[in-house]
C-alpha cells in the first residue's frame, strides 16, 4: 500500500474539511490516471473516514473507438472494485455543431450537467475531481496569458458548492509525479488520452510546450505558480467576503434581474466595484469565465460616468445591462424584450379593463364633484361627462403621440414628457394612455392630465382610477 500518498489525501480532507462522515461521493471517472488514483485512494479511505463511493463516467465520443474503450475499461473497474457505476453517452461533436462552443468548452459543459444529475439519481452530495497541482499551475499561467485578475490567479478552487452539491479536489495539492509512482507501485492500470499530445488545444501548448520553456529559468516553475494561486486564494476569499457585504447594502433582485443605483456604487472602492458587477454576473450565468478585465470594465464605466441617459450593453449568455438614468440593472435578454401593443375600446360607464400589459387595472364609474381638484390624484382623473366624447381609447404609445397640458401653449411630445418624468425607458411601452373619440389625449396615469373635459359646470362626472396590481384594487 502507498501509505504516504494516502495519509497526505486523508490529511487533505481533513484539514480542508472536505469530506465528513455519512457523505456519498461521486467520482467523475474518466479513465485517466488521476481519476482512477482518486478513486482508489478515496476507496482506501472511505471506511476510515465514514463515507461512501460511487463513479460517473461520460463518453464525449471525441475519439471513436479510442472512447469507446475508455468505457469499457471503467466498466471492468467499476465491475471490479464493486462501486456503483452512471455512465452518459454524449454526442459532444453534434453539440458543437448546434451551438457554436468549442470541444473543451462544450465537453465541459455537458459533463458537468451529466455530473450534476448523476449526483442526483445516486443521492449524492459531494462530486469529487482529479484535478491536480500540475493542473492547477498550468491553469494560472494559462489565466496569466489571456488576462485575469486576482480571483483568476486564485486559480482552481479546492472545495467550491455548485446546484446544491460539493466539489471538492481531493489531489489539487499532489503532483502528477506522484500519481503516477502511487499508480505504478501499486500496479494500478489505466488510459492513455491521444488528445492530451495534440498541440491545437491551449492547456497542452501551455503543459508540452510553455511550461518546459519557462522551466528553463525557474525549474520549480508549477510549484511558485502554485503558491501564488494558495496565497491569492486567502485574499480573494477575503475580497469576496467584503464584496458580499456591499452587494447586500446596495444590489436588490428579482428572479434573473438585479439592481442598484449609480450613486451608491460610486463611493465603494474601485477594486470592489468590479467585484459587484461580478458577483452579479456569476448569480447570472453561473461558472461562465466570459467576463474579462475589459467587459467589467466597460460596464463599469457605462454604470458611472457615461453622461447619457440611458444605455444598454448587450453581453454573453443572453444578458444586458441597463442604466436608465440613475438606476443600473442586469437582465436576462428576454425579460427586455419591447412591450407588445395593446389597446382596448371603453364605449359606456362603468367600466372595468384588466390589463396584465401594463401590469394593472383600469376602471371607470359615475360620481360627483364640482372641481377638477377635489379629488383628482396620480393614479385618479375626473372628467366633465358631457364633454367626454366616446368611445374611449386605452392604448400604450404609438410614435408621434402628443398632449395638450393646461397652462401650456400648444402640445408636446409624449416622448418628450416621459423623459421629463424620468420614465425608465423600459417602462415607457407599459404605460396605458387614454384618449377620448377624437383621439385627444386625456390623461396618463401617474404622469399628466390634458386639458380637455375639465368645465364641470353640469355636475355630472366620471372617474377614471388606474391601479397596478401590487396596489390592490379597492377604492380609497
Request: charged content about 25%; aromatic content about 8%; some cysteine.
Amino acid at each position: 500500500m502507498h501509505d504516504g500518498l494516502t495519509s497526505k489525501i486523508a490529511e487533505t480532507i481533513r484539514r480542508e474539511q472536505l469530506l465528513i462522515s455519512g457523505d456519498k461521493v461521486l467520482v467523475a471517472l474518466s479513465g485517466g490516471p488521476d481519476s482512477v488514483a482518486l478513486l482508489n485512494l478515496l476507496l482506501a479511505l472511505a471506511e476510515p473516514l465514514g463515507f461512501t463511493v460511487s463513479a460517473a463516467h461520460v463518453n464525449h465520443q471525441f475519439r471513436g473507438e479510442e472512447s469507446d474503450e475508455e468505457e469499457r475499461f471503467v466498466r471492468g473497474l467499476a465491475e471490479g472494485l464493486n462501486i456503483p457505476l452512471e455512465v452518459g453517452v454524449l454526442d459532444i461533436p453534434a453539440y458543437i455543431r448546434e451551438t457554436g462552443m468549442n470541444a473543451q468548452a462544450a465537453a465541459r459543459e455537458k459533463r458537468y450537467a451529466f455530473l450534476h444529475e448523476s449526483a442526483a439519481r445516486t443521492e449524492a452530495n459531494v462530486i469529487a475531481l482529479g484535478h491536480h497541482a500540475d493542473d492547477q499551475a498550468e491553469t494560472v499561467l494559462m489565466r496569466i496569458l489571456r488576462g485575469t485578475g486576482v480571483h483568476g490567479l486564485s486559480g482552481i478552487s479546492i472545495r467550491r458548492r455548485e446546484k446544491k452539491v460539493e466539489l471538492i479536489r481531493p489531489l489539487l495539492r499532489i503532483y502528477k509525479s506522484e500519481i503516477l509512482s502511487y499508480l505504478h507501485t501499486e500496479r494500478i492500470p489505466y488510459c492513455k488520452d491521444s488528445s492530451n499530445g495534440k498541440l491545437k488545444y491551449l492547456r497542452n501548448r501551455i503543459r508540452l510546450e510553455v511550461m518546459p520553456y519557462l522551466a528553463r529559468e525557474n525549474e520549480n516553475l508549477p510549484q511558485t505558480l502554485n503558491r501564488l494561486a494558495e496565497t491569492v486564494a486567502a485574499e480573494d476569499d477575503f475580497m469576496h467576503q467584503e464584496t458580499k457585504l456591499i452587494y447586500e447594502r446596495i444590489v436588490r433582485s428579482e428572479g434573473d434581474r438585479f439592481y442598484f443605483n449609480r450613486a451608491d456604487l460610486a463611493p465603494v472602492h474601485v477594486a470592489l466595484q468590479r467585484r459587484v458587477i461580478l458577483l452579479i454576473l456569476s448569480y447570472l450565468a453561473p461558472g461562465s469565465d466570459a467576463f474579462d478585465f475589459q467587459k467589467i470594465e466597460t460596464i463599469r464605466n457605462a454604470a458611472l460616468y457615461n453622461r447619457t441617459s440611458s444605455i444598454r450593453l448587450d453581453l454573453e449568455r443572453r444578458i444586458a445591462f441597463i442604466r436608465e438614468y440613475d438606476r443600473c440593472q442586469f437582465v436576462v435578454k428576454a425579460e427586455y424584450a419591447p412591450s407588445a401593443k395593446f389597446e382596448y375600446m371603453v364605449h359606456e360607464v362603468p367600466f372595468l379593463i384588466d390589463m396584465p400589459e401594463a401590469s394593472g387595472i383600469l376602471s371607470g364609474d359615475w360620481t360627483t364633484g364640482s372641481t377638477e381638484t377635489s379629488m383628482n390624484s396620480a393614479n385618479e382623473a375626473r372628467f366633465d361627462a358631457d364633454l367626454l366624447l366616446f368611445p374611449l381609447i386605452v392604448r400604450n404609445r404609438r410614435n408621434g403621440d402628443r398632449m395638450q397640458i393646461a397652462g401650456l401653449n400648444g402640445s408636446k411630445k409624449v416622448k418628450d414628457i416621459f423623459i421629463d418624468d424620468k420614465v425608465f425607458p423600459a417602462l415607457r411601452d407599459q404605460i396605458p394612455i387614454i384618449l377620448d373619440g377624437n383621439h385627444n389625449i386625456l390623461w396618463i396615469p401617474g404622469i399628466r392630465r390634458s386639458v380637455f373635459a375639465q368645465d364641470f359646470s353640469c355636475g355630472r362626472t366620471i372617474r377614471i382610477s388606474f391601479k397596478k396590481y401590487n396596489q390592490g384594487t379597492e377604492e380609497a
